[in-house]
């Protein structure tokens, strides 16, 4: 029987952050041990400005060469979480814009290492610049390669 927290590992790649402006950088991963990948983006734009989000890989998590996605990706979005729950495919890409406006917002990026170049082994997630207002949060959520209780499973943090 499937358990999400037993059966998927997740982690909190930025925590939820306000009044700190400039880029937000979410804590690298490796894809090593991964079959699949969601990047969960979380965006409250008091502000009302549209945000950036850009997927990077590189081969490496100490990340001294960050790249953008090369394949496209799987995008799902909910501009408007205050007002429905649903969840919109978007046009795949390697990255997504939000939408200029003041509603809470929910990104998912759907990353599978399968698609990626050989050396693209590691993932993070950077917004745009954020004005002192606004707050954002990412987590990620994996789906392991080799089935096992994420509390035996290896960590992702290092290579």
């Not at 496209?72 to 007002?83: H, K």
């Amino acid at each position: 029987m499937f358990s999400f927290p037993e059966d998927c590992k997740v982690v909190v790649a930025a925590a939820p952050q306000v009044g700190v402006p400039g880029v937000v950088t979410g804590t690298a991963v490796s894809l090593k041990n991964v079959e699949k990948l969601w990047a969960i983006v979380l965006v409250n734009p008091v502000g009302g400005g549209a945000l950036v989000l850009t997927p990077q890989t590189d081969t490496l998590v100490a990340f001294g060469s960050a790249a953008a996605l090369t394949p496209v990706c799987r995008i799902w979005a909910n501009e408007a979480v205050g007002t429905n729950d649903r969840l919109v495919e978007q046009t795949s890409a390697v990255n997504y814009t939000t939408a200029a406006d003041a509603n809470v917002k929910q990104v998912i990026f759907e990353i599978d290492p399968a698609r990626l170049t050989a050396d693209e082994r590691a993932f993070r997630v950077i917004t745009g610049a954020l004005p002192n207002t606004d707050f954002v949060s990412i987590v990620y959520v994996m789906s392991l390669r080799y089935p096992s209780r994420v509390l035996t499973a290896p960590t992702v943090l290092t290579d």
